[in-house]
């Protein structure tokens, strides 16, 4: 079957890093992506890898192994408003999108 | 550039009533469109998709059903709602093609509580 995990919660401290892990498994295989959501709002498009590596934006990266089934994002330099749920999708062979139920930040000042 | 629509942004509705959420999308043609559902602590459920007009796939049976009788226009209805169908209805779009990076952006969120 089709499956992505991530942790339902972590909590980091403004200005600090934090990695937020997805191992995925799907039919075919066609990239990942990250999408932050804050409370109550719409999803929004962070970032998609397809190829092995590190994709940077800014504050934000993202890591894809293939071989693993694994993806990490990262958030540097942590600032309040990024507290928000942080949403991991496979991409599978049909290029449907299968959704982990999001890992809820928690910043503390 | 490109605007995604919907409303209404929350209702309450009784069960066995009627639904009609409706999603427009602005500044680009012949856009993929979605409707999912988000519950709590649980993963974005695909309820259904359209390549096109009149074109909608259904990815799970339900009381649900979907319409676009425009290119812009996608529209989730049910004739008769279900406790089981309240939750948080994302309308979508993506530019159309098989390319991989196929990223959705989403409308504001529909949030329905039935009673």
């Known amino acids: 079957g089709q499956n992505i995990d991530q942790p339902t919660e972590m909590t980091a401290t403004e200005g600090a890093i934090v990695q937020i892990n997805c191992t995925y498994q799907?039919?075919?295989?066609?990239?990942l992506f990250w999408y932050q959501q804050h409370a109550g709002e719409a999803p929004t498009f962070l970032s998609y890898?397809?190829l092995d590596g590190l994709e940077e934006k800014g504050r934000f990266s993202s890591f894809l192994s293939r071989s693993k089934g694994y993806s990490y994002l990262l958030l540097k330099e942590l600032q309040m408003k990024d507290s928000a749920s942080y949403l991991c999708?496979?991409?599978?062979?049909?290029?449907?999108?299968?959704w982990g139920a999001g890992t809820k930040l928690i910043i503390k000042p | 550039s490109q605007t995604i629509h919907q409303w209404p942004a929350t209702l309450v509705q009784p069960v066995g009533s009627p639904l009609s959420l409706e999603c427009t999308v602005e500044?680009?043609?012949?856009?993929?469109l979605y409707w999912y559902r988000q519950a709590a602590g649980r993963g974005l459920q695909l309820l259904f998709y359209?390549?096109?007009?009149?074109?909608i796939s259904s990815e799970v049976p339900q009381n649900l059903s979907a319409s676009r009788p425009q290119d812009r226009q996608f529209i989730l209805s049910s004739k008769k709602l279900l406790l089981s169908d309240s939750g948080f209805y994302l309308c979508?779009?993506?530019?159309?093609?098989?390319?991989?990076?196929?990223?959705?952006?989403f409308g504001a969120g529909s949030r329905l509580t039935v009673l």
């Open positions: 999708a496979g991409s599978d062979s049909n290029y449907q999108l299968i």
């Open positions: 500044g680009t043609s012949n856009p993929n």
């Open positions: 979508a779009w993506s530019p159309l093609g098989d390319s991989g990076a196929n990223v959705l952006t």
């Open positions: 799907t039919s075919g295989f066609n990239g």
């Open positions: 890898n397809v």
């Open positions: 359209s390549v096109g007009i009149g074109q």
